[in-house]
């Protein structure tokens, strides 16, 4: 293949100057289409909690802190189910309909929250929706990776995290003004929707050449990349790619072409979790509710959807240009700043006024209190600003970096073979480590407050530096074949530019 893959470069070089990109842009909106469902479903209890835990709420469906913590992170259980599901369906049916099978789990999850009349109607709708959640996060990562070229690999393979980020920001703003019953309601939308148009979208090349569906792998392709492209050349390069990929044997994965971009992938989806981006999302109004903070918590959410939006599409922006690392790098540092500052002010936040103590004195001191007054009710105002800014700061380096790379690494450097697998793996142990950090930042909260869980969030931080610096490689500009090339022949673990 070292042989091949540079003759195979050079042919191609006259023909992706002609490549049309119209059909290929179709298929990858129509299959994040999923990503935003997930996205939408994944802040659903950000709004929604503060009515079931409010004096007010139907007595059927009144939550305590146990209850509202397990409506926030069974839906990350439903997820690693989803995860698992995708194993399975990725490889028997491939990843388009693996897609298309999600919108079945989403929609019955959406139609029982919508009509619930019980806790158990609740529960069970909201685990639905994470599974849906977790079929979509195995399939369609690898599905826009395999229908893409190289030169918008980056850009597409950010789609999904950026069409996650609208999701969550249209249901923190439907959330301003939708009941929120009519919020599941609306939720069967996209599912629907993407449904519609993935029936009219091609299944990748490489699952049809795998097939052995040569002629129709060739009329997908030159769909993708329009009548003016030679399909033959990229067809040549993922046939030989299939040809050279023995079936995945127990023993075969304990060679470094396999258990390194394994535990790559699995450590990356670990740690995107360990930073707390999930219970933050999911609890994203309580914690401003506690946090004091001088806006309606609900306004603040939708701030922080728009600026998590704005900074995914930097990092779209950035992918190929400035390079997987670093942008890790810029995230890493950003979020632990940011969770840094947040654990010092959590940790300092003054407590209610209790009686004042005994004057001791005789002097008067009226009018230095009242400029003491005055200084201290402005440094108040300051620092309840500080939790907006930092978590503004924390979403906005996540979504930089660590968001969006995760789910494009993920799906380049897993081995051709194993992908459909792997990938589902690494979703299952994202999914259950979200479930576990989800379901204990509840009752971290209420028994040490905020400061246990963003001091956390600080250590995981480092530790994710530290895991950029040794252990990810530099996958810019370089096609799948070539960095599966990479792992297989045991080259210098960064990847460098031929010249």
Not at 259 to 267: A, D, E, M, Q, T
Request: hydrophobic letters at 45%; glycine letters at 8%; one cysteine or more.
């Amino acid at each position: 293949m070292d042989e091949v893959t540079p003759l195979l470069q050079r042919q191609s070089t006259s023909s992706e100057s002609k490549i049309r990109n119209s059909g290929l842009y179709l298929a990858a909106f129509a299959a994040v289409l999923g990503n935003f469902n997930s996205g939408y479903s994944l802040v659903y209890p950000s709004p929604v909690l503060p009515n079931f835990q409010s004096p007010d709420a139907d007595p059927r469906l009144r939550m305590n802190t146990e209850q509202a913590a397990w409506f926030g992170s069974i839906y990350s259980l439903g997820a690693a189910a989803g995860g698992l599901g995708a194993i399975l369906l990725n490889d028997m049916i491939g990843r388009k309909l693996s897609i298309m099978m999600s919108a079945l789990p989403s929609t019955l999850g959406y139609m029982l929250m919508g009509g619930a009349i019980n806790l158990y109607m609740l529960q069970v709708g909201r685990f639905l929706t994470g599974v849906a959640a977790g079929m979509t996060a195995a399939s369609i990562p690898v599905y826009v990776s395999e229908i893409s070229h190289h030169k918008v690999r980056g850009a597409l393979g950010s789609c999904p995290q950026i069409t996650a980020v609208v999701g969550a920001l249209a249901l923190y703003a439907l959330g301003l003004v939708v009941p929120w019953r009519w919020l599941a309601v609306a939720g069967e939308v996209p599912a629907v929707l993407m449904v519609v148009l993935l029936a009219f979208m091609p299944s990748s090349p490489r699952r049809l050449l795998s097939l052995g569906r040569q002629q129709h792998a060739e009329r997908v392709l030159r769909w993708l990349r329009g009548n003016q492209y030679d399909v033959q050349t990229e067809l040549l390069a993922i046939q030989h790619s299939i040809d050279t990929q023995p079936k995945i044997t127990w023993s075969q994965l304990g060679t470094p072409s396999y258990y390194k971009p394994i535990l790559i992938s699995v450590g990356m989806r670990f740690l995107q979790q360990m930073t707390g981006i999930t219970p933050i999302l999911v609890y994203l109004e309580p914690i401003f509710k506690k946090s004091n903070v001088p806006l309606p918590p609900k306004y603040d959410a939708a701030i922080v959807g728009l600026v998590r939006l704005g900074s995914i599409a930097v990092a779209a922006f950035l992918m190929d240009k400035a390079g997987r690392k670093a942008l890790l790098y810029t995230s890493s540092m950003l979020m632990f700043l940011s969770s840094l500052t947040l654990t010092m002010v959590s940790h300092t936040t003054p407590c209610p006024p209790g009686p004042a103590p005994p004057n001791h004195t005789a002097l008067d001191y009226t009018s230095h209190n009242d400029y003491g007054s005055t200084f201290m009710s402005n440094a108040q105002t300051a620092g309840s600003i500080l939790p907006i800014i930092c978590t503004v700061v924390f979403i906005f380096g996540y979504a930089l970096g660590w968001g969006p790379i995760t789910w494009l690494l993920m799906s380049e450097v897993l081995p051709l073979a194993a992908r459909g697998k792997a990938s589902g793996v690494c979703v299952t142990v994202s999914w259950l480590t979200a479930f576990g950090l989800t379901h204990g930042f509840t009752h971290l909260v209420d028994t040490y407050g905020l400061y246990a869980p963003y001091l956390l969030f600080t250590v995981v931080c480092v530790v994710s530096l530290l895991f950029n610096a040794v252990c990810i490689p530099e996958t810019r500009k370089r096609s799948l074949e070539e960095i599966e090339n990479y792992f297989r022949t045991g080259r210098t673990f960064t990847i460098k530019q031929s010249s």
